[in-house]
């Protein structure tokens, strides 16, 4: 398959303007639901008719890790959500949810073990979770010892606000499967109740965010606090009608950072800081359906509020499943047609230079590396006497540890760590960017 290259300017000013460029990198799938950027720089994705597969993203070469067998595409169920073990290589999990036919349609979220670039030994975490033709969420999402499972409410709006149902709620295990001591109720997995059909679920700056459809009204994207109601099928949106005021002071209800009317249908996100594309940063990008957009959302400083939404791109591709990020800052995205006839989407800017080199000394020096409880950073001369803001960057895109390096040789403590590959990046004053790849032993 020859890539298609398209070219798209953001549509929004900033001091350098990018050029947003698009590259298909594979065509003819069924409805890739989850896509991942995976710690070995590939794309790992479900699609809906049963298979989970990993993509090479230069070469679009896929590799079928598992075809589930006893998955059914039925309606707009099927294959959904996927989430990875954050050490892969050496607690090689991978979580993956799915709906089957067992005395009804119902949905189940699996652990697998990856080994010989298959998924097997399947161990079921979670079962008999109601499913329908409509609304069976289901976003997968590792928060550090803890995995986060969104649900939709199957068609049955008697089920989200009864806590004694695993419908309509974001769900919180342990990632083998039992239920966290700390979970706001006793022996139960509900983390949060009252939501709708959430198919967009990301965790950053210490919020976890996700998006969720409305009926007809109010498309939602909501901060996931323990314990608390968002509403559904009581409220829709904002606490803005009398009944729902009523309702929403009684059951102390969560109001959403933004909502849609009419609805786009909001789907996939993720979070973007990554320079490649100056204008997005520190923003969430959300993948829609109806609208077939990619938007940003623009957070503010505490990250707890949307300050500004702009389209990205429009309909350019169709309908938009889902959206990933690579620690290089390209954009990944899925489309989410009837069939066989979806795509995975790169989108990136050709003229952007990860690593700056400074004329008469190219090189910052991280040792040692592998690093252990930590590690130094030395400087090249034209880079010293400057404060210099500095990342690490996982394999997966997420910042772990930030700061400020005031000398060269300043220490940076990184024994919290888990073992993998990292990119420390560095910002000079001027705003030029730096990276080097570190190992953690």
């Not at 139960?188 to 007809?216: C, D, F, K, M």
């Not at 059951?251 to 009419?262: F, G, I, Y």
């Not at 888990?418 to 004053?429: C, F, L, Q």
């Amino acid at each position: 398959m020859r890539p298609i290259l398209i070219f798209i300017f953001l549509l929004f000013s900033f001091s350098a303007p990018a050029q947003m460029t698009t590259r298909v990198i594979r065509d003819s799938l069924n409805i890739p639901w989850e896509i991942l950027w995976g710690p070995d720089d590939h794309i790992w994705f479900t699609q809906r008719n049963g298979y989970v597969c990993r993509m090479e993203p230069v070469s679009g070469h896929i590799d079928t890790l598992l075809h589930e067998t006893a998955a059914v595409a039925q309606g707009e169920g099927g294959m959904l959500g996927m989430a990875l073990h954050p050490d892969l290589s050496s607690q090689p999990y991978v979580y993956v949810a799915y709906n089957y036919n067992q005395g009804g349609y119902k949905e189940r979220v699996v652990r697998y073990t990856y080994s010989n670039n298959a998924l097997g030994s399947p161990v079921t975490l979670v079962d008999n979770i109601a499913a329908s033709n409509i609304h069976n969420g289901c976003r997968l999402l590792v928060v550090g010892d803890k995995l986060f499972i969104t649900t939709g409410d199957a068609a049955n709006t008697g089920l989200p606000q009864s806590v004694s149902s695993l419908n309509g709620k974001v769900l919180r295990i342990n990632l083998d499967g039992s239920v966290p001591a700390d979970n706001p109720i006793p022996g139960s997995r509900v983390w949060s109740w009252g939501h709708r059909n959430a198919q967009g679920l990301i965790h950053a700056n210490g919020h976890l965010y996700a998006t969720e459809h409305g009926p007809n009204s109010d498309d939602e994207i909501n901060i996931i606090h323990r314990g608390r109601n968002y509403g559904w099928p009581d409220v829709r949106g904002f606490c803005d009608e009398p009944a729902e005021v009523s309702f929403c002071n009684d059951s102390s209800v969560v109001e959403p950072l933004r909502a849609w009317t009419p609805t786009i249908a909001v789907c996939g996100i993720d979070y973007y800081n990554h320079p490649m594309f100056p204008a997005l940063q520190g923003s969430i990008l959300m993948t829609t359906l109806k609208e077939q957009q990619l938007y940003r959302l623009k957070l503010n400083g505490s990250f707890d509020s949307v300050t500004n939404v702009s389209v990205v791109f429009n309909n350019t591709f169709g309908r938009l499943r889902d959206v990933c990020i690579s620690p290089q800052g390209k954009i990944y995205i899925s489309t989410s047609s009837s069939g066989n006839a979806n795509k995975i989407i790169e989108l990136y800017d050709p003229a952007f230079t990860a690593v700056t080199d400074i004329a008469g000394s190219s090189e910052i020096a991280i040792y040692p590396n592998p690093m252990g409880d930590y590690t130094l950073v030395r400087l090249p001369s034209a880079l010293q006497q400057q404060e210099l803001a500095y990342s690490i960057v996982s394999e997966s895109g997420k910042t772990v540890i930030r700061g400020v390096l005031k000398q060269s040789g300043e220490r940076i403590a990184t024994g919290s760590l888990p073992r993998g590959v990292y990119h420390i990046r560095i910002t000079d004053k001027e705003g030029k960017h730096y990276s080097r790849k570190i190992l953690k032993q």
